[in-house]
């Protein structure tokens, strides 16, 4: 039996900009070459929005069609696992039966249809969610659970509550839409499962959501993170990572291969420490010319990281850059520039650390250069000051910067307080 699986392929991403038909034309290429298969699963986030525009829908159903409308080269369902038969349309397992998660991009609330639950209801695929599928072909048989996105913190104990199990004389299969630790799609939102928290006794455990490639083996199971079809995130790991799928072969040996896609966008990403001496429209420059010269089938995604000195940055001349090359490359920038003012704030912080001063002399120091800077005149003792400060009376320090209270040794004495203490 012959399996594809895929991942994310966000439709509609890129939406009224240059890149709104490469998902569409990626997944495109990516289905077309699994048409050969028995079955096609897929790990989540078909769409990018909860509710697609009609649009994104009608080039979606154009591309999820195919399989629908091929020939189903044997795959038999012979077992559902906690799911309703009535639930699966005769015409979803006339063609190539296609399985699919929905992830975190079209989750939404229990009393709410997302949009994967509509495409089963419309016969285009199968959804799965805490529950799975037994398909067999000439003796083989796999079963094949699943469980959709849920928020990262609650994954352990709705996946502990289900509990799957693998089933017997099968080649098992479990799908999942979640961050992993390591692979953690977003520190703001940290999971709660780990490698050794997942089911155990599977062959193979897909994993969505994570858009980079992975293949490995922990304890006799193949996680296999599919990646995405399409590069959303423009961050550096996505440079380096070929956009495909995979291919399960199950035999007498289980075969795993990736499937790379041949006409999927380039994308670059190039940190440019700005030069004092150089001009900095011809350090990017120099780095768009050095990356067209390679020749693309489309014109690719550069995505620029600029180092320096923000005085050294001139927004309108990024904008002319972007307008240049506009018919040979998409281009973005992104800055990590320090100001004058935040070079003298972390020279001075190594200054203090570096003559070793406590906490409390280190903030009295940052008072005072502070009050200077502000050319703030007083007669005032700052250290006072500063001492009402560390017990929280702020609104009393705020009343002496202001003026409003100008006799700090009578305050300082009615309130208990005592310089030479």
Known sequence: MKISILSDFHFGYGW???????????????????????????????????????????????????PLLTENKGAKLI????????????????????????????????????????????????HLHCNGLTFEKDGQKVAIQGMSGVPERYAKDVLNKWDPKPEEDCYNIMMLHQSIEPYVYSPLDPPSLNLSNLPKGFDLIIDGHVHEKDLTKIDGTTLLLPGSTIITQLKKEEADVQKGFYQVEIEKEVKINFVPLENNRKFFYDEIEIKPNVTIREQIEENISKTLDQGF?????????????????????????EKKYSD?????????????????KIELLKNLRERKLSIEEMGLQILKDNLKDMK???????????????????????????????TLTQLMKSEGYDNKD
């Open 79 to 126: 077992k559902t696992i906690n799911k309703n038969l009535p639930e699966i349309s005769s015409r979803t397992l006339s063609g190539i039966p296609v399985l699919a998660l929905h992830g975190t991009h079209e989750r939404r609330t229990k009393e709410q249809t997302n949009t994967i639950e509509a495409l089963e209801q419309t016969g285009f695929l199968i």
């Open 297 to 321: 089938k489309k014109i690719p995604i550069i995505k620029m990281k600029l180092i320096g000195k923000e005085t050294s940055v001139i927004d309108k001349e990024l904008r002319e850059i």
């Open 376 to 406: 703030f005149s007083s007669t005032f003792d700052s250290d006072s000051a500063f001492r009402l400060l560390s017990e929280g009376e702020t609104e009393k320090a705020f009343d002496i910067l202001i003026g409003k209270q100008t």
């Open 328 to 344: 040979k490359a998409i281009i973005y920038f992104s800055k990590e520039l320090e100001s004058p003012e935040m070079t003298r």
């Open 16 to 66: 009224n900009t240059k890149l709104e038909e490469d998902s569409y034309q990626n997944a495109q290429e990516a289905i077309s070459k699994c048409l050969d298969s028995d079955l096609i699963l897929i790990a989540g986030d078909i769409f990018d929005s909860i509710t697609p525009r009609t649009e994104t829908l009608a080039k979606a159903l154009k591309v999820l069609s195919k």
